[in-house]
């Protein structure tokens, strides 16, 4: 069975630092663009970051510009976010996806999720 799955979620105060990890297993993705998306109640999922196959290219939605990095190691086949300076409307569940069809920035070209990880940050 092929599997993302996230970890490092949960509850922070604002300014805090979270690191989320997403594993995968079952099959592959050193050779995949891996990204993080976002989605927080009542909003469509959005877009937080990507990273090259070879981790030699980043790409960042402008929000979390500054403050989050992306980060991957091939030989676990696992991709990171570092999450610094949170902010409480960084509150939403994150994703990770792997092997898209198109571009980095859209969900709907990605194949393959992990079930998410709850990041709260409390004012």
């Known amino acids: 069975q092929i599997q993302l799955v996230e970890s490092g979620g949960g509850l922070v105060q604002a300014g805090g630092p979270l690191r989320l990890s997403c594993a995968a297993s079952g099959r592959t993705f050193s050779s995949s663009t891996k990204a993080w998306f976002r989605q927080a109640p009542g909003k469509e999922r959005e877009f937080v970051a990507a990273i090259s196959w070879r981790g030699g290219y980043t790409y960042y939605a402008d929000s979390v510009k500054g403050r989050f990095t992306i980060s991957r190691d091939n030989a676990k086949d696992t991709v990171y976010l570092q999450m610094n300076s949170l902010k409480p409307e960084d509150t939403a569940v994150y994703y990770c996806?792997?092997?898209?069809?198109?571009?980095?920035?859209?969900?709907?070209?990605?194949?393959?999720w992990g079930q998410g990880t709850q990041v709260t940050v409390s004012s």
């Open positions: 996806a792997a092997d898209p069809s198109g571009t980095y920035y859209s969900a709907m070209q990605f194949n393959y």
